[in-house]
C-alpha cells in the first residue's frame, strides 16, 4: 500500500514536470484525439444468422496487456457451431437467452445462460452457443486474452466445416476419413463437402439451416460428446507428419481432457456454473449512482484468464471522480446513455477528452488518471474488463475517499505550494465519495456546451483545472 501511495504521489507532483515522451504523444495526436477509443473493427464471421465483430486497441504503446472486445449478435434459432480457440475468452451476455455447451474433462455440460451471465472459456475447450429465445435477438460481449494465441489474434479451430469456413479436419484424405468414421465414402463426402451458412447457422429452417447441426443438437448429451470426440480423434495420427511450430497433440489433448485421468462420474468434479452480474449487491452505492467489480475472488474462472469484471451506473449529471487504476488496464464499453470521458497522461497533460455514448469501446492505460461524466439528460451505464483478476483498488484523486485525503499533511500542502490549512479546506470540502455530483454535466445527447467552448478558449490546462476546482467544491 505504502508502495502504490508513493507511486501515485509521485505522479501527482509530476503535474509540472515535462515528460518528452507524453508532449510528443500530445503534439501527434493533438489535445482533442481519440487515441484510446477503440474505433477500429472488423467483421470476423458474418453469416444470415449472425455477426461477431471484433474491436482492437488503436495503439500499444501504454499498455501492460492486449485485450480484443467482441460483439456478438445471434438471430433466434441460430447456433454458433462447435469449435475451440486457441484464446480464453469471457462472455457477458447484453440481452437474451441461450444455450452454452462445452467439453469439461471427458463430458459434454450444457448451461442456460441468459441476460447479465457471465462465463469463462479456456483456450482449447471445444464449445458452442445456441440462441433459445423465443423471437429474439441474443447479444453478447466478448473479451478475448490473445496472449495465448497463434498469432496477433485470436483463431477458431471449427469442428465442423463447410463452404465458408473449414474444419479442422479437412485437410485428412479420404481414406483416412473413411476409416477414422469406419462410414463410407459417399457419405464421408456428403458430409465434408455440404455448402453451410458459415460458423452462426439457422437450426430450424429449411431455407438456411443444414440438418448436421439440427441433428446434432437433437442428440443426447453422451451421444454428442461420442460425436465431438470422433471428430478430432484421428487429428492425431499425422501429427509427426506436419511440421508446425506447436503441439497438436497437446492441444487435442487438452480439448478432449486426455491429459487428466478419466474420473469417475460419481467422483468428477463440477463444472462452474455462470455468474450474473445483475444479481450482484453493487460494491458501492450513493444517491449519484453505484458500481460493482468481480474479480477472481469472487468468481474463481476468472483467474484463468487473469480478467477481472466491472458494472458501473452513473445517474444524470453525475461524475466518477478522477482516480487511477495502479494494477490494471481497463477496457470499457458504453451500454446506456451519452457522456465525456476525460482521460490524462502520468504527467497531468491531457491525453484524450471525448464524447462517448452507447456502443463506445475505449480503453484506459494502467496508472492513467480519468474520470467519466454522465450527460444531464440520463444515467451512463458502461461494462468492461480489467487485465488483472486481482481485487482492484482504484485510488481516488478527489473526493471524501481520496488518496489526498489520506496523505493529508504538511508533505502535501508543500507539493502544492499552499498552507497546511488551505490544503485542508480544499480537501475536504466534497463530501461525497467516488461518484459525485457535477456542476457541469456533460451535455445531452453527448453535444456540445458551454465547457467545449472553454477547452478551445482557455486551452486544455484551463479547462482541466475547471474541472479539479468543480469536484473539490
Aim: charged share 25%.
Amino acid at each position: 500500500m505504502a508502495k502504490t501511495i508513493t507511486t501515485l504521489l509521485f505522479f501527482l507532483l509530476l503535474g509540472g514536470v515535462t515528460i518528452t515522451m507524453c508532449e510528443d504523444e500530445e503534439r501527434e495526436e493533438g489535445s482533442s484525439s481519440n487515441l484510446f477509443l477503440m474505433q477500429n473493427s472488423k467483421s470476423v464471421v458474418k453469416t444470415h444468422a449472425g455477426e461477431l465483430r471484433l474491436f482492437k486497441n488503436n495503439d500499444d504503446r501504454f499498455l501492460d496487456r492486449h485485450m480484443h472486445i467482441g460483439l456478438l449478435n445471434m438471430e433466434p434459432r441460430s447456433c454458433s457451431i462447435p469449435q475451440y480457440l486457441d484464446s480464453n475468452l469471457i462472455i457477458f451476455v447484453r440481452r437474451g437467452v441461450a444455450k452454452l455447451g462445452f467439453i469439461y474433462g471427458d463430458e459434454l455440460e450444457e448451461r442456460r445462460i441468459k441476460t447479465g451471465d457471465l462465463y469463462v472459456i479456456p483456450a482449447g475447450t471445444v464449445f458452442y452457443l445456441v440462441n433459445i429465445g423465443e423471437g429474439q435477438r441474443l447479444h453478447v460481449i466478448c473479451s478475448f486474452d490473445p496472449s495465448t494465441s497463434l498469432g496477433d489474434t485470436f483463431q477458431p479451430f471449427y469442428i465442423g466445416g463447410g463452404d465458408n469456413q473449414q474444419s479442422v479436419l479437412a485437410g485428412f484424405g479420404p481414406t483416412i476419413l473413411e476409416t477414422a468414421f469406419n462410414e463410407s465414402r459417399t457419405k464421408i463426402e456428403r458430409i465434408f463437402t455440404k455448402k453451410q451458412d458459415g460458423p452462426i447457422v439457422f437450426i430450424d429452417d429449411d431455407s438456411h439451416s443444414p440438418s448436421l447441426w439440427t441433428k446434432f443438437l437433437e442428440l443426447k448429451k453422451n451421444d454428442k460428446v461420442q460425436h465431438l470426440k470422433t471428430l478430432v480423434q484421428r487429428q492425431e495420427e499425422e501429427e509427426e507428419e506436419k511440421q508446425t511450430s506447436w503441439s497438436w497433440r497437446k492441444l487435442m489433448k487438452n480439448v478432449l481432457g486426455k491429459e487428466k485421468k478419466k474420473i469417475e462420474n460419481k467422483d468428477r468434479a463440477d463444472s462452474p456454473d455462470s455468474y450474473n452480474l445483475y444479481d450482484r449487491k453493487p460494491d458501492f452505492r450513493n444517491a449519484y449512482g453505484w458500481s460493482s467489480a468481480l474479480d477472481g475472488g469472487d468468481y474463481s474462472p476468472l483467474k484463468i484468464p487473469d480478467i477481472g469484471v466491472f458494472h458501473v451506473n452513473l445517474t444524470a449529471g453525475s461524475m466518477m471522480a478522477p482516480h487511477v487504476n495502479p494494477s490494471a488496464t481497463e477496457y470499457t464499453i458504453v451500454l446506456r446513455g451519452y457522456g465525456r470521458i476525460q482521460i490524462l497522461f502520468p504527467n497531468g497533460s491531457n491525453a484524450m477528452e471525448a464524447e462517448i455514448k452507447v456502443g463506445d469501446i475505449f480503453y484506459i492505460p494502467r496508472y492513467f488518471p480519468f474520470c467519466q461524466i454522465a450527460a444531464r439528460n440520463g444515467p451512463l451505464e458502461f461494462f468492461g474488463f480489467t487485465t488483472s483478476s486481482k481485487k482492484s483498488y482504484p485510488q481516488f484523486l478527489a473526493g471524501a475517499a481520496s488518496l489526498l485525503k489520506t496523505i493529508l499533511g504538511p508533505e502535501l500542502a508543500a507539493a502544492f505550494g499552499v498552507s497546511e490549512g488551505t490544503m485542508k479546506d480544499v480537501v475536504d470540502a466534497q463530501r461525497e465519495a467516488v461518484i459525485l455530483p457535477s456542476t457541469w454535466a456533460a451535455p445531452g445527447g453527448g453535444g456540445g456546451g458551454k465547457k467545449d467552448e472553454d477547452v478551445q478558449t482557455k486551452g486544455v490546462k484551463g479547462f482541466v483545472n475547471d474541472v479539479i476546482m468543480d469536484v473539490f467544491e
